[in-house]
């Protein structure tokens, strides 16, 4: 596999000077293409600010960030948006459903955003709400819906395009332990069929779920081990 991922020395520095709060301190680290990765860390930690920069929603202050062998540290908001666009399929915590859409158009707007004609977006749409187990659900509204389905259907929406990288942040932090078990079987699928995962947590019990862990403490690395049982 080849590398996905090359932070190489990143740093994160908000309010530089006296009051400086170093978010990130050095990170160097690597991704491969189709590994499924756990980035986990307390509140405060720094995970969040290197979601951020993986996700290619911030820049790094020092250091340099290459996705699929590109330098994409220093690029503009527009560069930045390509590149979210093409490589990057994002899940979060809440949701971030718009409640007056159905769960089809929900899952059809970034393809709107990103230009692709109406047949193949509703296409795409459909194919990506079957493949989560939610082809009887597709015009149903969010308040229709138990908090595992919202999850599916945004995880319909990160796929539909079939970008390389699944970036998961939280992504079973509103949910219960049933639906928790259907959100990580669906990353786990997704893995299997050639995606690569990133999932950002701060449980132990979801981390175990990945090939990998990555432990960040003070804006640092301070562990970084595969998990001998992932299957």
Not at 86 to 92: D, T
Not at 99 to 119: F, G, H, Q
Not at 138 to 159: C, F, L, N
Not at 191 to 199: A, F, H, P, V
């Amino acid at each position: 596999m080849g590398k996905l991922v090359e932070i190489t020395d990143i740093s994160k520095i908000y309010n530089p000077g006296e009051n400086e709060v170093r978010a990130l301190d050095h990170v160097t680290l690597t991704i491969d293409e189709h590994e499924f990765v756990a980035i986990i860390g307390q509140s405060g930690s720094g995970k969040s600010t290197l979601m951020n920069m993986l996700g290619c929603l911030d820049v790094p202050t020092s250091g340099t960030y290459r996705l699929h062998g590109q330098d994409v540290s220093n690029m503009s908001d527009d560069e930045l948006s390509d590149i979210r666009n093409k490589e990057i399929g994002f899940i979060f915590q809440g949701f971030n459903l718009i409640p007056s859409l159905t769960a089809i158009e929900n899952v059809e707007l970034p393809l709107m955003y990103r230009d692709v004609p109406k047949k193949e977006r509703e296409k795409l749409s459909s194919d990506a709400l079957d493949r989560v187990g939610l082809g009887g659900r597709k015009t149903h509204k969010p308040s229709e819906m138990s908090g595992g389905q919202q999850q599916r259907v945004a995880i319909a929406r990160a796929i539909a395009q079939a970008p390389p990288i699944i970036l998961a942040d939280e992504p079973t932090g509103n949910l219960d332990s049933g639906s928790t078990k259907e959100i990580m079987g669906i990353l786990k699928e997704l893995y299997d069929n050639g995606r690569t995962i990133i999932l950002i947590t701060h449980d132990n019990e979801i981390a175990a779920n990945a090939q990998r862990t990555i432990r960040i403490r003070d804006g640092r690395v301070v562990e970084d081990k595969v998990n001998e049982d992932f299957k």
